[in-house]
């Protein structure tokens, strides 16, 4: 049998921090399972870590307050401080590349050995494209757990309905459930707070500076402009705001007087709900592959 040639290794963190602890024995590791997609080979390592309360370092380094994102398909992500996060930087190139091979699959003979070919070339691309995704996903959830106190999100289905329907919107909704699952783990281990707005919640259709509502917003407007207040945003961005306010206002009224669960709605507020197990700092979470940042 002819062994595949071991290439590049890639991993989504920095590894230091997990090999120094299995050398030293303050991580186990429990098993690896070996997969194969599209021609390429992949080891993904259960470790079992003691993990530490995030401690006074982590949250010095946390400049960011609340932080409310709206996630995309043209754009990775915008945030509500109006920072832009773009798709991976090679992510345009492989999709050119699909659609190249997916003409010249077209255009071959079926059952031609040519056919099987592009075949195949189509399938590495897809491959491809899944890892850019989700290696841009881990990257953008490990930066908004590590320097934010509280994260807010959008819930499911809302989003890619509202914006772009030509963009496979299957695509913006595993993207967006992969973005929560990722918030939920990683926020436990930052110690910090992953929230997630009402799915009704009209983030994208309501003014962030006075509360009007757009009972309409096309498609294709990819600004919001209020002729109530006279604000003029970029769709994305006035809807990260939109995020980042919900929770403000619920989370200063109940700041004092916190019971875990304990939410106290602002007038005319739609609720955020937190996630489970995601709501404390002084969590103790049971497994990272990196250990607190300390
Ligand atoms: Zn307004």
Redo the contacts with the bound molecule.
């Keep these: 049998m002819k062994l595949p040639r071991i290439g590049r290794v890639k991993v989504h963190d920095p590894m230091d921090t997990l090999t120094d602890r299995l050398a030293d024995g303050r991580a186990r590791l429990l098993g690896a399972t070996v997969s194969r997609t599209a021609c390429r080979w992949f080891v993904s390592f259960t470790v079992e870590v003691e993990l530490a309360v995030p401690a006074g370092p982590t949250r010095r380094q946390r400049t960011g307050g609340t932080v409310g994102v709206d996630l995309g398909v043209k754009h990775l992500a915008v945030f509500s401080t109006g920072e832009t996060v773009e798709n991976p930087k090679h992510l345009a190139g492989s999709l050119r590349r699909l659609r190249t091979a997916s003409r010249a699959y077209a255009r071959s003979k079926p059952g031609s050995a040519g056919r099987r070919k592009h075949a195949a070339r189509i399938a590495r691309i897809h491959g491809r494209i899944a890892h850019q995704r989700r290696d841009g996903l881990h990257k953008l959830t490990t930066r908004l757990a590590q320097s934010h106190e509280v994260v807010v999100v959008e819930d499911l289905h809302v989003a890619g309905m509202v914006r772009n329907r030509r963009l496979a919107r299957a695509v913006s909704d595993t993207g967006m459930a992969e973005v929560r699952r990722q918030l939920a783990y990683k926020t436990a281990w930052y110690g910090s707070t992953l929230i997630i707005a009402d799915r009704w919640y009209p983030s994208s259709k309501t ?1 962030s ?2 509360g ?1 509502r757009n009972p309409s917003l096309p498609l294709s407007d990819r600004m919001f402009t ?1 002729p ?2 006279g ?1 003029v945003a970029d769709r994305d961005l006035n809807a990260a705001v939109n995020l980042r306010n919900l929770v403000a206002a619920s989370t200063s009224e109940t700041r004092n007087a916190r019971g875990a669960d304990r939410k106290t709605r602002a007038s005319g507020q739609v609720a955020a709900k937190r996630e489970p197990g995601t709501a404390t700092a002084d969590q103790t979470g049971s497994a990272s592959p990196q250990g607190e940042a300390a």
């Design positions: 003014c500076g006075c009007w209020c109530s207040c604000l």
